[in-house]
């Protein structure tokens, strides 16, 4: 497949536009809604935000979002790769890969040391499609806390 990636800068919001709609079709959310445009121009803008498209013929096929962690132990940072999708009809065509090749480059050429993703471990596919990229599966518990 020809793929493109698109590392989004601040005048990429109607890609992100579809990159949302992607992650609600592929994730199924069941959500049409979506944070406003203004929202969405400030998240864009953060230098700790990222937002990488997979481009087929010029339309968003697939992209991830990632968020740079400072830390406090070194002077850099960490990334958390957040979500990951490409649409169904293109899976399976090396795009998700390609999106982790780039994300690993700009993790290089930041000299970010560290890039980690949290899977489910019962999502089998995300489990097989990060080891199959070479990922390191490392065993956490996981703590969540919602405020009312």
């Not at 990222?50 to 010029?58: I, K, P």
């Not at 979002?65 to 406090?72: C, G, K, N, R, S």
């Not at 390609?98 to 471990?121: H, K, M, P, S």
Request: proline share 2%; with cysteine.
């Amino acid at each position: 497949m020809n793929f493109q990636i698109k590392h989004l800068a601040k005048e990429d919001l109607p890609l992100f536009h579809q990159l949302i709609r992607i992650f609600n079709i592929v994730f199924e959310t069941g959500s049409e809604t979506e944070c406003s445009a203004g929202y969405l121009q400030t998240l864009l803008e953060k230098p700790g935000f990222h937002v990488f498209c997979l481009l087929h013929n010029g339309q968003v096929a697939g992209g991830l979002t990632a968020f740079e962690l400072p830390m406090y132990t070194a002077e850099g940072s960490e990334l958390l790769l957040y979500d990951i999708a490409v649409m169904t009809h293109h899976q399976r065509k090396g795009g998700g890969k390609l999106l982790l090749t780039a994300l690993q480059n700009y993790c290089r050429e930041e000299e970010i040391q560290f890039l980690f993703v949290q899977a489910n471990e019962e999502d089998i596919h995300a489990l097989d499609f990060y080891r199959s990229a070479g990922w390191k599966a490392e065993k956490v518990v996981n703590f969540n806390y919602a405020s009312d």
